[in-house]
């Protein structure tokens, strides 16, 4: 074992940090400038030889931050192991500085809104896209917490590489709203602005009464007739990348 005593280390900082699961999440987190006190690899020749192989731009960072620990050890650390045995606990951002990235304007890229996400998995998922097309952020409303350990598995660590908030209905950053519901116009005749909040219902009940009232607009995904809506992640997708084309 190298480095300070990483498991007491561990222990003192998990209740408030928040825990990347596998060399994936570590590796985004880090390539997006989280900060990571502890990091432990039951194999760490192997996690490195990952890092070279995969990451040669986090390589270096990730030596300086993997302590080699027993398998035993690991598993007592993690709720269930990752199949590339590495975990690390990094520092929740400000929410202080989140909210004033999201209500920053002029916007350059939308916000999306997810309106009482119920499914963890989709929350991690839409992260992952709002990273990848460089949204601004990604707020949820309702009693989903987006930096549970399950979504923040689910986003492969790229939480760091956006703002990621719950807020309620009230509290939306400023911006046109564009709400995604099947009745909506359809999405192939809207130009969806820099400065949108795009907002998605939930997997159970789509939109709230509450989020309706907030929409200025209500857009609709192509759908053929008798199929009665898409996974949220996927609505997702589909409404970042019309955004990304830029034209209506
Ligand atoms: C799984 S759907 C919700 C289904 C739900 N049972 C309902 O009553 O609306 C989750 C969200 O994805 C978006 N969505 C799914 N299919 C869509 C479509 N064809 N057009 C626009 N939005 C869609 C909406 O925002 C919707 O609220």
């Known amino acids: 074992m190298t480095g300070p005593d990483p498991v007491s280390l561990w222990h003192r900082l998990a209740d408030t940090s928040v825990l ?46 993997l302590t080699q620990v027993p398998e035993s050890t690991y598993a007592s650390l993690v709720p269930r192991p990752h199949p590339t045995a590495v975990a690390a606990l990094a520092v929740r951002p400000s929410r202080a500085a989140h909210l004033e990235r999201l209500a920053h304007t002029p916007r350059t890229a939308p916000v999306v809104v997810l309106d009482n996400p ?25 009693t989903l917490d987006p ?10 660590g790229l939480h760091f590489a956006t703002a990621v908030e719950r807020l309620t209905v ?61 996974n949220l992640a996927t609505s997702v997708a589909m409404t970042l990348y019309h955004w990304s084309l830029g034209g209506s």
């Open 170 to 230: 009230a509290e939306l950053p400023p911006g046109p709203v564009f709400a995604l519901d099947p009745e909506g116009d359809d999405i192939r005749g809207v130009k969806l602005p820099d400065d949108a909040v795009l907002a998605f219902g939930s997997e159970r009940s789509g939109l709230s009464p509450e989020l309706r009232a907030r929409a200025g607009h209500l857009v609709a995904l192509p759908m053929r007739p008798q199929v009665s809506s898409y």
């Open 20 to 65: 990347l699961d596998g060399f994936h999440a570590l590796k985004h987190a880090v390539r997006f400038g989280a900060d990571v006190p502890v990091a432990v690899a039951v194999d760490r020749g192997a996690a490195l030889a990952l890092a070279e192989e995969l990451a040669p731009d986090v390589r270096d960072t990730l030596d300086a931050l």
């Open 118 to 142: 119920r499914n963890l998995g989709n929350a991690g998922a839409v992260i992952r896209l709002a990273a990848g097309f460089g949204a601004t952020g990604v707020v949820t409303t309702g």
């Open 147 to 156: 930096w549970h350990p399950t979504v923040v598995r689910a986003g492969a």
